[in-house]
């Protein structure tokens, strides 16, 4: 009998599963959540983190994934073959066929092992880029969250995607037509234009890509589930007004890799993907504070070889002092650019004077937190950028896809935190901005960007709307599983 009650007792708390697609931006910011429903729930909650085999497997080899499970009550990997082949992830262009393949191969295997887990799962959290997680949980009868890892901003465009179709507003007919404002986002008529719309939109009405997304974040879009967001009240206040009034239940939890180093009150640990070269950050004691731009364009981005130079050239034109990190397998000939031979340098990476290239994956959030670094030049992902609001870092945007084109709107035009160089890659630009944002718009920028780092740090403390949410996250959540 004694047994029988532990076990009502065990099964009486709340198993929340969080499921991520399997790319990196995904993975860091939900495996952060999950740690942070396993840790502000003081083991009233048990969480599993759904990896897919292949991706646990580089955590594991990259990072001390496993000091989760001793760190975290109630906290555990699962790890499953998603059907899709190991080497699935991914070049940029290649993500709307991922979401594609998921929504087939992967949907079945879920189905099974969402059935089969033990203890039973009462709520899922499923990243809302993949609609069946969704579908697949209520089927079974389990209530569900969606996470979004993209910025408030590019998900309130997607939701008024149908209207502005409707509306005439796209397609967008050429070059000349891209400074044209786009009105029917709320909250965006003054700086949405077509430019900042994501790839998909510039492509024309048809790109396949654009249904999936829409569909996504209509679906996702129930008034009767949460949401949520990773940013926090005071960066995207107006948005986020708009967005409460259709969906009331939206939770803001972030800078979500903040708030957790806040909980804990130590760097938590490491989620890459890659192996994480420490030596920047010895380089990077040797420079004088604020001096340093620090370059990197992310986990998926793809760049032809003719764009990397031009970069080099802006970069040691300017002058100034950089740290440039390439991803290994980043860099693609692509046409126009077959017989243009890349300089040894970007090659093999090089230390000397001013400037470090190092080809391989930095330890990011260390990075823009060194007091060396007084710029980055980024791709705009909503990861990077809210690292570098957190470390009051300003940028240089540069957008690649997805959400990136309207983050690099929103934070130059917007937020005033940087400069935005999209749809130009030449070395002049290059070196102009660097310019502008490293030295003759240094202290212009540095203030903004020290105000909003505060603001990220006041959100995540005690009392702060993003703790006070995460709160209600986890009363909701407990409601949801009883
Ligand atoms: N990142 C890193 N080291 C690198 C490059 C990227 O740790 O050399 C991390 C970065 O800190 C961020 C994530 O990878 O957390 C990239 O996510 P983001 O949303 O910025 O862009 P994506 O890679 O999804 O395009």
Redesign the pocket.
Known sequence: AEAAKIDQQASAIPHVLVFPLP???HI?SMLKLAELLSLAGGGGIRVTFLNSDYNHKRLLQFSDAESRSQNYPGFRFETFDDGLPMDQLTKGEKVSELLGEMDSKTRPVFKNLLVQIQPPVTCVIGDGSLGFISDVSLEIGIPIIRFRTISPCFFWINFWLPEVIQAGELPIIGEEDMERLITKVPGMESFLRCRDLPGYCRAGTDDPTMIQVVKATRESSSPAYPLILNTFDDLDGPILARIRQRLPKTYTIGPAHEHLQSRLGTASSSS?LWKEEASCLTWLDAQPPGSVLYV?F????MMRRDQVIEFWEGLTGSKNRFLW?I?PGSVCSGEMADDVQMPEELVEGVEKGNLKVLVG?????AVLGHEAVGGFLT?S????TL?SIVAGVPMICWPFFADQQVNSRFVSEVLKLGLDMKDVCDRRVVARMVNELMVERKEEFRRKAVEMARMAKESVEEGGSSYRNLELLIEDIKLMSS
């Open positions: 790319v990196q931006g860091t890459s990197n992310g986990s998926i981005t990190v991803r994956w930095a330890p990011q959030e791709h992902g909503w990861n990077s690292e």
